[in-house]
């Protein structure tokens, strides 16, 4: 199934992308963020906080952001 | 039936979709912002070198090399972008914008917006590091200036800013320009997809991030440091470090040697015995006659003017007098008229 994708780490991921149906928030954190620690992002479905075992339907917008970004000095 | 709340939130995302840029989502966004803050640090040294502001010039060179830095970053990231496949994500549709809106409002303690100035803004819970509350934050995004890569402006609402330094409201908020660090190409991006929710989240954790290797003022200075000779607390802009000694001291108690020119705090001053002048102990010599100190040019030979050379250190008339000079021959002054005749050279 269709949902939309919003990874605000790093460089920065936005796009419609394919998961199985039935994929948990969980799992797809775990897929595209092998590395990352869910206690470590606000972890967003349509605008609004989750479960980790909430179930993603059709069109769905998750977006993973780091709580932790670090500004500069210009 | 909608409240009329929700009117109005109607209202603005209609006005923030008329407001959406028109070019395509990967066109090239020039960075204007970074650009023009470039031009006023360069005017800033301008003027420094004008009026021969020496203390101030290196202050202004750092800020012109900082804001140099990162319009060559901001360059690069858009050049990047500009080399990356077509962006298929549709634009921002009233729905998703309506969605941002109201998600915005369960997000952040306050939301407000001013169609006819088109600005819509949250302001943050207080943001605390490292034990310093920093206060609330608004974050407003001229939604009128969508097409320029810095359409938002961070404002303190309860400003506690860095000591002697109004200006700074956070250790990586001056002048209310935000700086984006390990946050920008996200934000960049959410920016240019018209992503507002996201937009505003990002900025809070900016916000809500401390990164002690990158502050325009780190937190362990916020509140001013201490100058070690007169005990004065004094912002991060006014201190200085002895090169002696490598102690913070104020501009006040602090010189530059006259010969060397290293910056010296009151410990290790010392002046010239003679002229006066602030010299660091390596820049002066001491006198063996008085045992005072003295620059280069207030000394010669060795002394100061005070303290002539001893006697036996002499050599010049006294000596020449005390020369032998050769005898002459001895004239009978008994009897007149007669000259001194060698011997051996009478007759009978």
Redesign the interface.
């Known amino acids: 199934m269709r949902i939309m994708f919003?990874n605000?780490?790093?460089?920065?991921f936005?796009?419609?992308i394919e998961i199985p149906a039935g994929q948990t928030v969980q799992d797809l954190f775990a897929a595209r963020l092998p590395y990352g620690k869910p206690q470590n992002y606000?972890i967003r479905v349509?605008?609004?906080p989750v479960t980790p075992d909430q179930v993603l339907q059709e069109g769905d917008r998750v977006?993973f952001?780091?709580?932790?970004?670090?500004?500069?000095?210009? | 039936m909608l409240t009329s709340r929700r009117r109005e939130q109607l209202k603005l995302a209609l006005a923030l979709e008329r407001h959406l840029p028109t070019t395509s989502p990967s066109a090239v966004w020039p960075p204007d912002f970074y650009w023009d803050?470039f031009q006023a640090a360069a005017r800033r040294v301008n003027q420094v070198q004008r009026h021969q502001w020496k203390v101030a010039l290196p202050l202004s060179l750092e800020?012109l090399e900082?804001?140099g830095?990162?319009l060559v970053q901001q360059i690069r990231a858009v050049t990047e972008l500009a080399k990356a496949p077509l962006?298929?994500?549709p634009k921002a549709s009233l729905r998703d914008i309506l969605?941002?809106l109201?998600?915005l409002e369960?997000e952040f303690p306050e939301v407000r917006w001013d169609r006819r100035e088109r600005t819509l803004s949250v302001l943050t819970e207080a943001v605390v590091l490292k034990g310093i509350d920093l206060g609330r934050f608004e974050i407003l995004l001229e939604y009128g200036n969508l097409g320029r890569s810095r359409p938002y402006r961070v404002i303190a609402w309860d400003p506690n800013p860095a000591a002697g330094d109004e200006t700074t409201t956070h250790?990586?908020?001056?002048d209310e320009d935000?700086?984006?660090?390990?946050?920008r190409?996200?934000?960049?991006?959410?920016i240019r997809?018209e992503?507002f929710?996201?937009v505003f989240?990002?900025i809070n954790?900016?916000?809500?991030?401390?990164?002690k290797d990158?502050?325009?003022v780190p937190l362990s200075r916020w509140e001013g440091t201490t100058c070690e000779s007169c005990r004065a607390t004094i912002s991060d802009d006014d201190t200085l470090t002895c090169e002696e000694c490598h102690s913070e001291a104020c501009t006040e108690c602090c010189s530059s040697c006259s010969k060397c020119f290293r910056c010296l705090c009151d410990n290790c001053q010392d002046r010239c015995g003679s002229c006066g002048d602030t010299f660091c102990r390596n820049c002066l010599m001491a006198c063996p006659g008085c045992s005072d100190d003295f620059c280069s040019s207030c000394i010669e030979n060795g002394r100061c003017e005070d303290c002539p050379l001893e006697d036996d250190e002499e050599t010049t008339d006294e000596e020449i007098e005390a020369e032998p000079v050769p005898a002459e021959p001895e004239v009978q002054s008994v009897c007149l008229g007669q000259a001194f005749v060698p011997e051996g050279s009478g007759t009978d």
């Open positions: 919003i605000n780490d790093g460089g920065g936005a796009d419609h606000l349509n605008r609004q977006s952001t780091p709580t932790k970004i670090e500004g500069a000095a210009a | 803050r800020e900082r804001v830095e990162s962006n298929r994500m969605m941002d109201q998600a369960d250790p990586h908020l001056r935000l700086c984006e660090g390990d946050g190409a996200p934000l960049q991006k959410a997809q992503r929710y996201d989240v990002l954790q900016i916000l809500n991030t401390y990164n990158s502050a325009y």
